[in-house]
């Protein structure tokens, strides 16, 4: 078992505080989601867990097994098993997926152990399968000119080559048809298990009808104020925040980052 632990973590951006102590322990064999309206600080949460220069941790903790990932350079993390799936994934032309892929799975390997280039493509052809993905994905440049969709579809192709410890997706389900948003999630499941936790962040109960949480997190102005069970994601899709708010004495005006 393994364990990413982030403590009382505070993140500014351009000097200003987005993250005000976000505190969360996730396992390997658990699935977390994180809920939350828009700009209280979810994908700022997924930038500085893997280091993203804009995002400046002015204090708190990052942990994974006690090794301190905020010392470790963006791709040390990636090393130490870190995955996170972009709210927005860039495009990059000149790179092919399957060559993107690779290095990555090598970056992840030992230098002088790279994987062979015979295992690597049957490897990728029978994970491309199971996401009934076209093949010419493999060839095109990565994600240029991918629909979003695809694009959300090949960052779970991604985590299935790369195997982490450790995944964050942020909004993994946003502009997926329904055929779509069951092949994201059978993908998310099959990779559940001893070796694997993962932080989904989403706005919607419907990815969560898919792959069900052990725990659900309600973060408003940058804090986790709520943690529960799968029942607390039903609550918020059938009355939406204002309970949770009422509860906090959190004012309408103030729920994202002016407070
Ligand atoms: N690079 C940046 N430069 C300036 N402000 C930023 C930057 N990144 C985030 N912010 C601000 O930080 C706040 C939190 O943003 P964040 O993207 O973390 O929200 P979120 O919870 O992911 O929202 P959403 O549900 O809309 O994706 C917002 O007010 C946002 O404008
Ligand atoms: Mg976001």
């Given at each position: 078992m393994a364990t990413l632990e982030i403590k009382d973590l505070h993140v500014e951006i351009d000097g200003k505080e987005i993250l005000k102590g976000v505190t969360l322990t996730i396992n390997t064999n658990e699935i977390h989601a994180i809920m939350g309206p828009n700009g209280t600080g979810k994908s700022t949460l997924a930038s500085a867990i893997m280091g993203?220069?804009?995002?400046?941790?002015t204090s708190g903790s990052i942990t994974i097994d006690g090794e301190?990932?905020?010392?470790?350079?963006v791709d040390e993390r990636a090393k130490a098993g870190l995955f996170l799936a972009m709210q927005y994934p860039s495009e990059i032309t000149g790179v092919t997926n399957a060559d993107f892929l690779r290095s990555g799975v090598n970056a992840r390997r030992?230098?002088?152990?790279e994987i062979s280039l015979m295992k690597f493509i049957r490897e990728l052809d029978s994970k491309m399968e199971f996401l009934e993905m076209d093949e010419d994905m493999a060839t095109r440049?990565?994600?240029?000119?991918?629909?979003g969709g695809e694009k959300k579809r090949n960052e779970i192709l991604q985590l299935m080559m790369l195997k982490p410890k450790f995944a964050i997706l942020d909004?993994?389900?946003?502009?997926?048809d329904i055929d779509a948003l069951k092949v994201v999630s059978k993908g998310i499941n099959e990779m559940r298990g001893e070796g694997f936790g993962c932080l989904m962040i989403t706005h919607y109960q419907r990815l969560l009808n898919y792959i069900e949480p052990d725990h659900v997190h309600i973060i408003m102005q940058g804090k986790i104020v709520k943690s529960g069970g799968p029942e607390l994601a039903a609550k918020l899709e059938s009355e939406g925040y204002d309970w949770v708010k009422e509860e906090l004495g959190i004012d309408d005006e103030t729920v994202g980052q002016e407070a």
């Open positions: 993203h220069p804009k995002y400046e941790v301190d990932v905020l010392e470790m350079e030992e230098e002088g152990d440049y990565l994600n240029e000119g991918f629909s909004e993994i389900d946003s502009g997926l």
